[in-house]
């Protein structure tokens, strides 16, 4: 039987711990490929994908505002690790046969293109994974607003959260065992029930143009092959 994805582009959002080593931080080049390695399964089911990425392996900005530190400045270097990371993910996509772009809202044009919408979408087109780095470009905003604004902009069907937690949960699994995972959620009841699933700039965002949310676990197996081929066993779908 034949796999046919039921997305046809999606918006991929990984923190920046996915590429973090043993130890929790840095870039490790065994974890970019493990992860290059999914996103090209699914990139070979003709899935287009964008992907935005976090920089909080390298920094993170609420260290620096605790210690007395600009909020803007904070935020500004926590843009560049973002750049870092998709230099890392652009080089292990590329040697394992991918073709790639990263896109930066901080022009960085010897190491990136800026990014614009529609030549974002042409290279989807095209056959190219986006990396999307930089951020909104704005200080005060998190990746995950990054991710919803962009996924509206390049016109994604879904925007899928990759995280270490295959769903969310009623109340934090690690702590309390007998937590249930919900397959389903409306943003209604993720406001409601006050669940963790991204930023309230980056849900309302989503919410307000009736984007489809899914959490899942990006280390779990093949699940995030399963989700674009339409498993609804795995994480957890939020939508309208």
């Given amino acids: 039987m034949q796999e046919k994805p039921v997305y046809n582009r999606i918006m991929l959002k990984m923190s920046g711990e996915a590429l973090a080593g043993d130890h929790g931080y840095g870039i490790d080049p065994d974890r970019a490929e493990e992860i290059c390695e999914k996103v090209k399964g699914i990139h070979d089911l003709g899935v287009q994908i964008a992907i935005v990425i976090g920089g909080g392996n390298i920094w993170r900005g609420a260290q620096g505002v605790a210690r007395g530190m600009e909020q803007s400045t904070a935020d500004h270097i926590g843009m560049i690790a973002t750049v870092m990371n998709g230099l890392a993910l652009q080089d292990a996509l590329e040697r394992l046969g991918g073709k790639t772009r990263v896109q930066t809202a901080i022009e960085m044009k010897a190491v990136a293109e800026p990014y614009i919408r529609l030549r974002a979408i042409r290279h989807m087109e095209k056959g190219r994974v986006v990396i999307i780095a930089g951020g909104t470009g704005n200080p005060y905003f998190t990746t995950d607003t990054a991710a919803a604004l962009r996924a509206v902009e390049v016109n994604a069907e879904i925007v899928i959260k990759a995280t270490k937690v295959n769903g969310v949960y009623s109340a934090d699994p690690?702590?309390?065992?007998?937590?249930?995972?919900?397959?389903?959620?409306?943003?209604?009841?993720?406001?409601?029930?006050?669940?963790?699933?991204?930023?309230?700039?980056?849900?309302?965002?989503?919410e307000e143009n009736k984007m489809p949310i899914l959490v899942l676990d990006l280390w779990s197996g093949d699940d995030l092959k399963r989700a674009v081929l339409g498993d609804h066993s795995v994480g957890t779908l939020i939508q309208a």
């Fill in 174 to 206: 690690k702590k309390f065992p007998d937590a249930t995972r919900y397959e389903t959620l409306s943003y209604k009841q993720v406001l409601t029930d006050r669940l963790q699933v991204m930023d309230m700039t980056a849900f309302t965002l989503c």
